[in-house]
């Protein structure tokens, strides 16, 4: 065996340490690991009442109000009007003489040649020598019951022998049926409400070109004085409504509003969290207005926090872990959290044991309405 053979044992050894020593290093600068924390939101609320008014004190208010007068064409109903039965008078007679008194009952029926029947409106007594006159009407309406005089000369009802009529002067008053254009009290109605409607969305109209970017709370119902040029029954085609109205509000910024409302959510942030890119949602109503202008807004903020995180400070944590004891770990740090660990080489059980080799990124989950 060779003498220098016992001195060359050490060197090998030597080197053997030095080369795993090199590769142990260069495997510490290769291992990386990526690592996903998906952090859930909560949902924070913040309810605030603010106070209204003139002078404050939490939000200022300012007086306005509008005046506007309109007016609106309508059509009147179209109605049948009953023609009006002709009435006149007629004398019975007897000739040459009546044997005895004659009566002639209410309702007899007397004609014209052409037809036109006539009823007598009252009962009538003639004596052997005499005559009697008695009211007339024609028994249907209308202008044909207009007769000149002498032409009502038949007597339809049973009669004794020897009894004529006659009618001494012409009888008047019949009318035929028609139609008219008559204002009903539904006509005014409809053309009121409707221009009542349209006046009250012009006055809000008006209301809030006076205040852009500020709600207001009116001070009482629109007043409105309605008028018309023409009455029920008038007999005309058309009429016109007016109607002036009026409204008065409290106004006040809505913006200002809601950043008093958020700053009340951004206050009721616990230390240590943060809130989320999430829109902040304010709704607010009014649950009170005095007389002197001063209003009492009801209102909330709702938002989603989540923990603040230094992603440095939970990298140098979790660095040299096992994967199963960062997960863990983390999970503890930011409760309800999820973890998704990748390591390389894929075979790697624990996380690299410099910091900058991990990886870590903060994911927020979607907000939950």
Known sequence: MDKSSPQLV???????????????????????????????????????????????????????????????????????????NATGRVVFRCSPQCPTAQRVPQGTIVATQHGLQFATQAPATL??????????????????GNVAASTITIIVTNHPSGLQVNNP?????????????????????????????????????????????MTFVLDEPPTLNVSSDHNVGDKVPTF???????MSATAFSEEMAKALLRAALERKVPAGSQLTSDPIVT??????????????ISGSAVGFITPKISISRLAGQIRGMSVGDARNHLQSTVPGSRVDIKTSPAAAYWLPLITKNIKLTVEVEPAQA
């Open 169 to 213: 002067s012409p009888t008047t008053g019949g009318v035929d049926g028609r139609t008219e254009q008559v204002i009903l009290q539904s006509d005014l109605d409809a053309v009121s409400t409707a221009l009542a409607a349209k006046v009250t969305d012009d006055l809000n109209a008006a209301l809030h070109a006076k205040s852009p970017g």
């Open 10 to 84: 050490p060197a090998l050894v030597l080197s053997a340490v030095v080369a795993l020593t090199a590769a142990l290093g260069s495997l510490l600068y290769t291992e990386t690991a990526t690592v996903k924390l998906s952090v859930p939101p909560h949902r924070l609320q913040a309810d605030l009442t603010i106070n209204a008014g003139p002078s404050g004190p939490d939000l200022s208010t300012t007086h306005i109000d509008a005046e506007i007068t309109e007016s609106q064409q309508g059509t009147a109903s179209t109605t049948q009007v009953g023609g009006s």
């Open 240 to 246: 016109n409504v007016t109607i002036i109205g009026s």
């Open 127 to 144: 004596t052997a020598t005499g005559q009697a006159e008695v009211g007339v009407r024609a028994v249907q309406p209308g202008a044909a």
């Open 283 to 296: 709704e607010y109503k009014i649950i009170r207005l005095s007389s002197r202008g001063n209003v009492t």
